[in-house]
């Protein structure tokens, strides 16, 4: 009798309560967003949930080194009156001849130097504001999950730095269109 109730403690401690945890947290993973539309959660100097339109732009480009240069870019503006007005990144990849960036994970690059043979991702905020100071992309990755010639679905998480050294993360789900 009490190894059974041992084991139903065990079960209940070690089973039940983590899955409850682990279920209560943010629900933007997986979340679907409407065609054209993201959504994120900001943490950091600010603290908000936003969502607004999302849309893209694919580029094959060739630099002053004759590398062809696959860029996607990302704009996100903001439908509220927030503090966040526009968030854009640029997933820029040396390939082959493909006229579209594929699914898969992008990792963000420290931008070191000039665009040129730039292969990451590289991103900005906006903020409302003559006075604030940009962010600029420190850490973190864009997954694409889906590109279409009409779509570009995937998730964020990526922090970012202002010059001040104050920092910004964003986590979420777009559909970009």
């Known amino acids: 009798m009490i190894q ?7 079960v209940f401690l070690f089973g039940i309560i983590p899955l409850f945890m682990v279920s209560s947290g943010p629900k933007l993973d997986n979340a679907i967003v409407d065609c054209g539309t993201y959504e994120f959660i900001v943490s950091g100097k600010y603290n908000q949930h936003i969502t607004g339109l999302a849309t893209f732009s694919s580029k094959l480009e060739e630099d002053t080194f004759g590398n062809l240069i696959n860029s996607l870019e990302l704009n996100f503006e903001s439908n509220d009156n927030g ?3 526009t968030i854009e990144f640029i997933i820029a990849n040396v390939l082959d001849y493909n006229d579209m960036v594929s699914t898969g994970s992008y990792e963000i690059e420290q931008l070191d130097r000039l665009i040129n043979e730039f292969n990451g991702v590289y991103g900005v905020v906006d903020i409302g504001g003559s006075d604030e100071l940009p962010f600029f992309s420190n850490q973190g990755s864009i997954v694409i999950v889906e590109s ?30």
């Open 83 to 85: 503090n966040i007005k």
């Open 148 to 177: 279409l010639a009409n779509s570009v679905l995937g998730n964020i998480e990526v922090q970012l730095k202002n010059a001040g050294n104050e920092s910004l993360s964003i986590k979420g789900t777009f559909n970009a269109n």
């Open 4 to 10: 059974l109730i041992g084991k139903s403690l065990k």
